[in-house]
């Protein structure tokens, strides 16, 4: 699911190690944008620092359409240069919380789940 690993949010682990790089979360996915923003209110710049493997384009496409959709908000403060921050809104923080049920879930079965990879896996390289 989703991880934090060395300050940066990965589709690996949860917050600490929690997780799996498979269920949940690719590069540029927008739950990986919602978990950063969890901690507190981020410029652009952060928020590339923080998803790892996220590009340009696809942060820049995924803050307006969680903008868009009311689950963060924008703030321009007129100074120059102009400076941005993404903040989650009230329902941005209650789908958080179950974000953080999710990577919860996924730690607590993590063995099951690398398991029957594994005996998948297997199977298939059987064939």
Same mark, same amino acid.
């Given at each position: 699911?989703?991880?934090?690993?060395?300050?940066?949010?990965?589709?690996? /682990?949860?917050? %600490?190690?929690?997780?799996? $790089?498979?269920?949940?979360? !690719?590069?540029?996915?927008? *739950?990986?944008?919602?978990?950063?923003?969890?901690?507190?209110?981020?410029?652009?710049?952060?928020?590339?620092?923080?998803?790892?493997?996220?590009?340009?384009?696809?942060?820049?496409?995924?803050?307006?359409?969680?903008?868009?959709? /009311?689950?963060? %908000?924008?703030?321009?403060? $007129?100074?120059?240069?102009? !400076?941005?921050?993404?903040? *989650?809104?009230?329902?941005?923080?209650?789908?958080?919380?179950?974000?953080?049920?999710?990577?919860?879930?996924?730690?607590?079965?993590?063995?099951?789940?690398?398991?029957?990879?594994?005996?998948?896996?297997?199977?298939?390289?059987?064939?």
């Amino acid at each position: 699911m989703f991880g934090h690993v060395q300050g940066r949010h990965t589709q690996e /682990g949860g917050r %600490g190690e929690r997780g799996d $790089p498979q269920l949940l979360g !690719r590069p540029g996915d927008p *739950l990986l944008i919602i978990e950063a923003l969890g901690e507190r209110p981020l410029r652009f710049s952060e928020l590339r620092n923080e998803v790892e493997g996220i590009s340009h384009k696809m942060l820049t496409q995924n803050l307006r359409m969680l903008e868009r959709k /009311g689950l963060i %908000g924008r703030t321009v403060y $007129p100074v120059v240069p102009p !400076r941005v921050e993404y903040a *989650l809104t009230e329902p941005g923080q209650a789908l958080r919380v179950t974000i953080d049920g999710l990577c919860d879930r996924t730690h607590r079965y993590l063995g099951h789940i690398e398991a029957a990879r594994h005996r998948t896996d297997t199977a298939e390289a059987g064939r």
